[in-house]
């Protein structure tokens, strides 16, 4: 199974180039997605012997996301595997993905966070449950960690996705419609590595994109 990394960031020259070199122990590439960063996260990403692509500008996670898998398509992947550029995925959990979507017939395996969701921020926490349980049922399948950037998705669903939001909510409008083209949802428990990161979601503007997102799928 031919897979690639993708990693959506913006200025993320601090984390950047130790992930891309621990990416590259278990994939042969890694694309790093740069949103129109500040800083050097381009060139960072580029000397660890990531392929970079740089928007000029600020587009958001879902935008950078969309870019990727059509690079992805374009360069004959079976699947990719996304992973925020934060930190805090493990990127030692690349092969058990792989060995998963392997072994299902789901077209996408999404982390779960959940069952050790100890250090997570309280407030994220109950958020993700709450968003979880409404994509749950929207799915009509049990997904547990819905807002679980650090999944594989595989070339069949990405070639039937059609996404058209460019923030946070495409993640959600993944699942959505990769449910809506019959494709199974599954999961497996991952760590998750808190330091001090302050998340770039908006509560309220997100929030509200979300709920755009939940009424235009009815």
Same mark, same amino acid.
């Given at each position: 199974?031919?897979?690639?990394?993708?990693i959506?960031?913006?200025?993320?020259?601090?984390?950047?180039?130790r992930?891309?070199? #621990?990416?590259?122990?278990?994939?042969?590439?890694? !694309?790093?997605?740069? /949103?129109?960063?500040? /800083?050097?996260?381009?060139?960072?990403?580029?000397?660890?012997?990531?392929?970079?692509?740089?928007? %000029? &500008?600020?587009?958001?996670? =879902?935008?950078?996301?969309?870019?990727?898998? /059509?690079?992805?398509?374009?360069?004959?992947?079976d699947g990719?595997i996304?992973? *925020? =550029? /934060?930190?805090?995925?493990?990127?030692?959990?690349?092969?058990?993905?792989?060995?998963?979507?392997? #072994?299902?017939?789901?077209?996408?395996?999404?982390?779960?966070?959940?069952? &050790?969701?100890?250090?997570?921020?309280?407030?994220?926490?109950?958020?993700?449950?709450?968003? &979880?349980?409404?994509? %749950?049922?929207?799915? %009509?399948?049990?997904?547990? *960690?819905?807002?679980c950037?650090?999944?594989?998705?595989?070339?069949k669903?990405?070639?039937?996705?059609?996404l058209?939001? &460019?923030?946070?909510?495409?993640?959600? #409008?993944?699942?959505?419609?990769?449910h809506?083209?019959?494709? #199974?949802?599954?999961?497996?428990?991952? =760590?998750?590595?808190?330091?001090?990161?302050? %998340?770039?979601?908006s509560p !309220?503007?997100d929030?509200?994109?979300f709920i755009k997102?939940?009424?235009?799928?009815?």
């Open positions: 199974m031919k897979v690639c990394v993708l959506p960031t913006y200025n993320g020259e601090a984390t950047i180039p992930l891309v070199q #621990e990416v590259t122990k278990s994939v042969e590439r890694c !694309l790093v997605v740069d /949103d129109g960063s500040t /800083d050097q996260t381009a060139d960072c990403a580029s000397r660890a012997g990531a392929a970079v692509i740089r928007h %000029s &500008s600020n587009c958001g996670k =879902g935008a950078c996301l969309r870019c990727g898998f /059509d690079w992805a398509l374009r360069e004959g992947y990719v996304t992973m *925020d =550029g /934060d930190g805090q995925h493990d990127p030692r959990d690349i092969p058990r993905f792989i060995k998963k979507a392997k #072994e299902s017939p789901a077209g996408i395996i999404i982390g779960n966070r959940m069952e &050790s969701a100890e250090k997570m921020p309280l407030i994220r926490r109950l958020t993700n449950r709450v968003m &979880s349980w409404i994509i %749950s049922r929207i799915c %009509s399948q049990r997904i547990p *960690d819905s807002q950037g650090f999944r594989l998705i595989k070339r669903v990405l070639e039937r996705l059609g058209v939001t &460019s923030r946070f909510e495409t993640e959600s #409008e993944i699942l959505i419609k990769a809506r083209a019959n494709f #199974e949802i599954d999961s497996i428990p991952i =760590g998750t590595i808190y330091r001090n990161e302050k %998340s770039k979601i !309220l503007s929030t509200v994109r997102l939940i009424i235009s799928c009815r």
